[in-house]
């Protein structure tokens, strides 16, 4: 079945810098690769996501890129704030239904 | 999109008790999921909620132990019986497919922090 492994587990960055976060997948019928914020006491809420036909895609501050070939899939936060401070978790759907969660990565924004 | 309401948001429980959450969302869906989140931890598929059919059970976790019941396309209970306080965690109902399209999307509840003493 489908593994998904997210990296960092915790990352600190000053308010304004970059922040990344990697993740790989196993299974190559994975087709859609969702990226979830979770705050405080709160569910998991889809922040950005991408398709398998896709290379990049952007919101805003946040953009998602996709290797296929390698398996691989990142997140990129520009110009962090205090408000980004949260969980965030990569996830894969190898088609179906039942998405599979990474780890979780959790973010520090220093003001 | 799906706005789906838990509760509760929160219970403290007497070990050997049992304690039912209720996942009510606000649109039809097919497929609604129950998620155990260990405090700092990722979420761990409990079951998936089949209307009108028994649930399916990830390796690990048991009938006995987490019943759930659905009901219709909208609404959905799990279960946690017979508590211990290893059982202590968040408790998160989720759909996909909600809305027109199906969408791939998730959409979780809030959760309920669930501590047993």
């Known amino acids: 079945g489908e593994n998904v492994e997210q990296h960092p587990s915790t990352l600190s960055v000053q308010e304004g810098d970059s922040a990344v976060i990697k993740c790989t997948y196993s299974?190559?019928?994975?087709?859609?690769f969702p990226w979830y914020k979770q705050e405080l006491g709160k569910g998991p809420q889809l922040i950005i996501d991408?398709?398998?036909?896709?290379g990049e895609k952007k919101d805003q501050r946040i953009a998602v890129t996709l290797n296929k070939t390698a398996k691989h899939f990142s997140l990129h936060i520009t110009e962090t704030q205090p408000e980004d401070s949260a969980v965030y978790f990569c996830?894969?759907?190898?088609?179906?239904?039942?998405?599979?969660f990474g780890a979780g990565t959790r973010l520090f924004v220093k003001a | 999109s799906a706005v789906i309401s838990q509760k509760p948001s929160r219970d403290i429980c007497q070990r050997g008790t049992s304690l039912t959450i209720q996942c009510q969302v606000d649109?039809?869906?097919?497929?609604m999921f129950w998620y155990r989140q260990q405090p700092g931890q990722s979420l761990t598929l409990i079951a998936t909620?089949?209307?009108?059919?028994?649930?399916?059970?990830e390796s690990g976790f048991v009938i006995d132990k987490f019943p759930i019941s659905r009901p219709n396309l909208t609404f959905s209970t799990l279960t946690v019986s017979n508590m211990s306080p290893e059982d202590s965690s968040i408790y998160l109902c989720?759909?996909?497919?909600?809305?027109?399209?199906?969408?791939?999307?998730?959409?979780f509840g809030q959760g309920t922090r669930l501590t047993v003493v």
């Open positions: 989720s759909v996909e497919g909600a809305g027109t399209g199906g969408t791939d999307e998730a959409f």
């Open positions: 991408i398709r398998s036909n896709v």
């Open positions: 996830a894969a759907l190898p088609g179906g239904f039942k998405t599979i």
């Open positions: 909620a089949n209307q009108g059919s028994e649930a399916t059970y």
């Open positions: 299974d190559s019928a994975s087709n859609y």
């Open positions: 649109s039809q869906v097919t497929m």
